[in-house]
């Protein structure tokens, strides 16, 4: 996959998916589908979407850009310009069609979302996007709503239940569990001398975080397969207290040394919130009775 992170010109005739595509869901696949299926038409599977979603109010992402670009890649996505927002947020609906999709991504077709908004201050919408293409010779196809259980598909909606702790929905929205990123890195040991060691994860600053608790887990450690079932703790731990949220996991059933592994967390079902406990021992008892209920999981 070729990554582009501003405007420039290709000369191979392209399908474009158009979007923020933070969490490549349900719905985003459907778009990506479309684009995918035109190599039989000979166009090059392509996207235009953005690295950065503050103009949306996003501060955190389900997906970190270098997850999100990863996940393209394996998709099939050829050619991705993933751009600053400022670098495109000032045009007009129609210089956007005709500068970026026609002049320099050489579209021949895009897909898109049903509520897909663009140009300045993101005021035009699929039927101005219809008409301004219709003009360039360009073919527009718009993907209806995608709902599940009667609740449509979103970035939004994912970001509403990770906040409430309902990893197992926001999965089946994302196709795969929600997971978190990033290398194994020194805490204050308190697990370890409670006789429950754990290692500390440290996640990338633009990732969202869940709703803070306790939840049954599956870590993977380097480029391992093999998920190691793990009782995951997110949040401040208000029992000895901490500035930032952290993101800890007893491995369970497995001992080693992981300080400076890569590893990934996938959040398989939430068990409880967060709580103060009186003494550590009483934290202790709690966190064993967490353990054997992740057990029976």
């Known amino acids: 996959m070729i990554h582009f992170d501003k405007v420039v010109p290709t000369t191979v005739p392209t399908a474009v998916a158009l979007g923020c595509f933070d969490g490549v869901h349900l719905a985003h696949r459907k778009v990506i589908d479309g684009v995918l299926s035109c190599r039989d038409e000979g166009l090059t599977p392509a996207m235009f979407t953005f690295a950065d979603y503050a103009n949306k109010g996003v501060l955190k992402r389900i997906y970190t850009q270098e997850e999100k670009l990863h996940e393209l890649e394996n998709l099939g996505i050829e050619l991705v310009y993933c751009v600053p927002f400022p670098e495109v947020c000032l045009m007009s609906a129609s210089v956007f069609v005709t500068d970026v999709l026609k002049a320099n991504m050489n579209a021949k077709k895009v897909f898109c979302g049903f509520n897909y908004k663009f140009g300045r201050g993101g005021n035009s919408d699929v039927a101005v996007l219809k008409y301004l293409c219709e003009k360039e010779g360009i073919e527009v196809v718009v993907v209806d709503e995608i709902a599940l259980d ?31 990123f990033g290398e194994v890195v020194h805490g204050n040991a308190l697990g370890r001398k409670m006789g429950i060691p754990t290692i500390n994860v440290g996640t990338d600053a633009t990732k969202l975080l869940p709703k803070y608790g306790v939840y049954a887990a599956n870590v993977y450690i380097n480029e391992s397969t093999t998920p190691l079932k793990a009782a995951l703790n997110i949040g401040m731990k208000p029992t000895v207290g901490t500035d930032e949220p952290t993101v800890e996991a007893f491995i369970i059933d497995e001992a080693g040394d992981f300080y400076g592994k890569q590893v990934k967390v996938e959040l398989v079902d939430y068990i409880r919130e967060e709580k103060k406990f009186a003494t550590l021992q009483d934290l202790q008892y709690a966190i064993e009775s967490d353990i054997e209920k992740i057990r029976s999981i």
């Open 150 to 180: 009667g609740i449509t598909v979103s970035s939004t909606e994912i970001r509403r239940l990770l906040d409430e702790g309902d990893v197992k929905t926001a999965a089946k929205m994302l196709t795969k569990p929600f997971a978190l």
